[in-house]
């Protein structure tokens, strides 16, 4: 078996070295957002994304050499290891090939073959497999013996019979053969359980449903799965309709090829005809039940780490959305009969007034509202109005507008927030350490204002899958979607860099290096002794020692500091390097910084050295031509059409502007204002062929559409993002009708779920039906094909 480095390095295209290094750096304890920043010497300029497949596939293979060195153990202790068993299982590159050839010495239940065995009927079955030309019946009538419970010559065939079928399913090779052949060519077929129709309507779409299982979708996967585990369908492994409506008398594909891996054939001889019907019974019960469950278990699989990168990606869109800056703003969390929960955070994000205002039924105090939020703006110079999309975000915006028509002093802009998981922080511990006196859904206001200031700062404090932009994210394995998201917001939030002194515990938490223990004490410190004047001393908070300290100092900044490399990603490792090149350059760090037009004469080769090599030179003289700048793009907001408030007030052919909430592998969903998100399908993206959506949009951008199709007794809505959208084409329904999920979350938020694929499925949050568009264009797909 090829070493763990040298396998990695391949999967990677990548040299054997750069893994070693990697590895070294990982069980040292360095993190992914370091190596990739401040160690490119040392991985050959791996990048982030490189690492954490690299990190990932080092886990599954070191996991992969403590089973296979378990099973060796087991079988040597069994005094069955032999050379060539021992040489297979060190060859085995995965872990279904490691468990195919320990299944044979696999500690399990009394079983049916062992009785036999233990009954004397072993010799009846290697003879008749062996020499098929002895005669069944006579060789069974030898091994009758009531006192071992073989009563007759039928007891002793079914016996030997019970032995060949597990010695087949046992047949480490024959099993491999076989689940390679179903994958590629077996079928997934889903049908109604009996009686459930009506119950189980959001999955009428695949009440009668097959599709070759390889190609399956991970949206739709996941969908099948949803449906079996309701007890809604019933789903089954075939290789297909022709296989399966064959006479029973007739083998079918797979029983041939049994037969002919373990040298079975039909040529007249006296047991011929009894293996043959061992093969079938070795099919039909042990082997066939285990593939379609291995087979299942793989589509699972993939169509979990498909949905989790959905997941990941959306997330980290999300995160580095652009943030509005520091200034003073009002957080709107709509409400009808409960008021609109008003809070006010000033420049720095910190919470300043609350208030709760009731302009809508059953007080409709418009005036009392108007006046109370006037006085709130102007009292703190409010420059942002902030509001929720929640249930009646948009007569919260029209109030919101009413105020600044009136008050035109007021000079503050208008945004939609996406509240997704606002709720989830209200009542999170944190909030209430952060807010203990306030009211829980003061506390969801105030979020809504910080998101609007900067998203990555307050999402952090929100567990990843509470925030909504995933596909089936309760479909998969919670330990997967948790690591995988949680390395999506360490990146994000490292990539872009935070503010030592004025960031909260939760994002401290995610810079490299940090602990939650190590970010209560940093905060600690700075309540007790102020603001951080230099990196040095972070030195000084208690139990931040030298590696930590290591890790996270590059990723912290300080605005304002003696040194003005604290507010860059210069690490202060590499502080002498600059000192080395402004004394060089004969040019006073003050002025060097910035100086973009002398840094471009700057040569990284002339400062090299063994420490520091081309690559983090590069670096570090892009970082002083733009000190601390900020990756996330420009602050734009959408503009919702006046007037058009609700799922009624669409017409075909109107022009929107929105917002993407969420990207899924069939499509994008955005809202347009109407408390209902829009589906985008994959085949109206663009005028040309679209493969990932993805490489058109991506969550939090803004975008122009059309209204195709609005269906509102089902809160269906298809959009389009094409130049000339085809509305005949749009009239004419494809039989696999398209869904989407209703937007509906808990605590009346809107939780943006997603469904998908081409035949609609469960999706998101809600459980309901998502498919992709109700009316996907028969014409556009047929052009996709």
Known sequence: ????????????????????????????????????????????????????????????????????????????????????????????????????????????????????????????????????????????????????????????????????????????????????????????????????????????????????????????????????????????????????????????????????????????????????????????????????????????????????????????????????????????????????????????GKLVDTATVYPFQPRNDVEGALNTLAALAARHKIELIAIGNGTFSRETDELAGQLLKRFPALKATKVIVNEAGASVYSASQFAAEEFPDLDVSLRGAASIARRLQDPLAELVKIEPKSIGVGQYQHDVSETKLARSLDAVVEDCVNGVGVDLNTASIPLLTRVAGLTETLARNIVSYRDSNGAFQSRADLKKVERLGPKAFEQCAGFLRIRGAQNPLDASAVHPEAYPLVEKISAKASKPLATLIGDSAFIKTLRAEDFADDTFGVPTIRDILAELDKPGRDPRPEFKTAKFADGVNEIKDLRTGMKLEGTVTNVTNFGAFVDIGVHQDGLVHISQLADKFVEDPRQVVKAGQIVSVTVMEVDAPRKRIGLSMKSAPDYEAVREKRSDNRGQAPRGGHGGRPQHTSGGGNRGNASGNSGGDGGAMAAALKAAMERRK
Not at 314 to 339: E, I
């Open 1 to 348: 078996m090829r070493p763990i480095p040298q396998r990695i390095a391949e999967e990677l295209s990548v040299r054997p070295e750069q893994v070693i290094a990697t590895i070294e750096m990982l069980n040292e304890g360095s993190t992914v957002p370091f190596i990739a920043r401040y160690r490119k010497e040392k991985t050959g300029g791996l990048d982030d994304t490189q690492l954490r497949t690299l990190e990932e596939r080092l886990r599954y293979l070191t996991e992969l050499e403590e089973r296979r060195a378990s099973v060796l153990d087991s079988i040597r202790e069994q005094e069955k290891l032999t050379p060539e068993l021992e040489a297979q299982i060190n060859e085995a590159d995965t872990k279904t090939r490691l468990e195919d050839l320990y299944l044979p010495y696999k500690k399990k239940r009394r079983t049916k073959a062992q009785i036999a065995r233990e009954a004397g009927l072993e010799p009846l079955a290697d003879g008749l497999f062996n020499d098929p030309t002895l005669d069944p019946e006579t060789e069974a009538a030898k091994f009758v013996d009531a006192e071992k419970g073989v009563e007759d010559t039928k007891a002793a065939l079914d016996g030997a019979r019970q032995i060949l079928m597990e010695r087949f399913a046992e047949d480490a090779d024959l099993v491999a053969k076989l689940r390679d052949h179903l994958w590629n060519e077996g079928e997934i077929t889903a049908t109604v359980v009996e009686g459930k129709q009506a119950e189980g309507a959001k999955f009428s779409d695949y009440f009668e449903h097959s599709e070759k299982i390889k190609t399956c979708p991970s949206h739709r996967a996941l969908a099948l799965f949803r449906g079996r585990n309701e007890d809604i369908l019933q789903l089954k492994l075939t290789l297909g309709k022709e296989d399966e409506d064959r006479p029973r008398s007739q083998p079918g594909r797979a029983e041939i090829m049994i037969a002919a891996h373990v040298g079975i054939a039909d040529k007249g001889r006296a047991a011929d005809k009894w293996l043959l019907d061992t093969v079938r019974w070795a099919w039909r019960v042990k082997l066939s039940l285990s593939i379609e469950l291995d087979l299942f278990g793989t589509l699972r699989d993939s169509a979990e780490e498909g949905a989790i990168k959905v997941f990941a990606d959306n997330l980290k869109d999300l995160l580095l959305a652009a943030p509005a800056g520091q200034k003073a703003t009002m957080g709107l969390d709509p409400g009808v009969r409960t008021g609109v929960k008003v809070a006010v955070v000033d420049a720095t």
